[in-house]
T-cell receptor, first 114, second 114 residues
């Protein structure tokens, strides 16, 4: 039973390009969370999705960031027109959705913006 | 609204010594509390969690934490540090209703000296 899979592991983009980060949840999990970790800081919640629905996006920046979790395929976190301040580790976690059940985290995508 | 404060961004102990990592929280609803560990270039792994019931919670790798409502604390301890315990530790809180996303502290980096 594979864990939460994130790809790519490392992503390098130039300012103004688009970044797409992918997250495949654990088998049987239909709930996905995205977190961002800036250097020397804790994880900050970004968005919580179920299949085809955004449940809570209170942590998402108002512009350039979007997330989806389609019926088929992985969850995608999309950052348009990246800036240097977007450089961070982006972690995905998944669960079955039961209240405060254990979250399983992926190994993260390290985004570097040049 | 919820928040987590981890006192001490860096803690250094000798191998075999007591490990004490401090965590205080604030929550407008009864909290669920978690400790996660992050090894370099990896995602987060759950050490232990408190939801209801016994306030002393035992986790993996010999760690335990005690929920003290009167002190709004959830400190993590281990009687005897091992070199392999060197990592970043995050305390997190969520409410028992409504928003399910975790709110993380800024982390404590544990160093274990030989």
């Amino acid at each position: 039973n594979a864990g939460v899979m994130q790809n790519p592991r490392h992503l390098v983009r130039r300012r103004g390009q688009e970044a797409r980060l992918r997250c495949s949840p654990m088998k049987g999990h239909s709930h996905v969370y995205w977190y961002r970790q800036l250097p020397e800081e804790g994880l900050k919640f970004m968005v919580y999705l179920q299949k085809e629905n955004i449940i809570d996006e209170s942590g998402m920046p108002k512009e350039r960031f979007s997330a989806e979790f389609p019926k088929e395929g992985p969850s995608i976190l999309r950052i348009q027109q990246v800036v240097r301040g977007d450089s961070a580790a982006y972690f995905c976690a998944s669960s079955t959705g039961q209240t405060n059940e254990k979250l399983f985290f992926g190994s993260g995508t390290q985004l570097s913006v040049l | 609204a919820q928040s987590v404060t981890q006192l001490g961004s860096h803690v250094s102990v000798s191998e075999g010594a007591l490990v004490l990592l401090r965590c205080n929280y604030s929550s407008s609803v009864p909290p669920y509390l978690f400790w996660y560990v992050q090894y370099p270039n990896q995602g987060l792994q759950l050490l232990l969690k408190y939801t209801t019931g016994a306030t002393l919670v035992k986790g993996i790798n010999g760690f335990e934490a005690e929920f003290k409502k009167s002190e709004t604390s959830f400190h993590l301890t281990k009687p005897s540090a091992h070199m392999s315990d060197a990592a970043e530790y995050f305390c997190a809180v969520s409410g028992n209703t409504g928003r399910r996303a975790l709110t993380f502290g800024s982390g404590t980096r544990l160093q274990v000296q030989p």
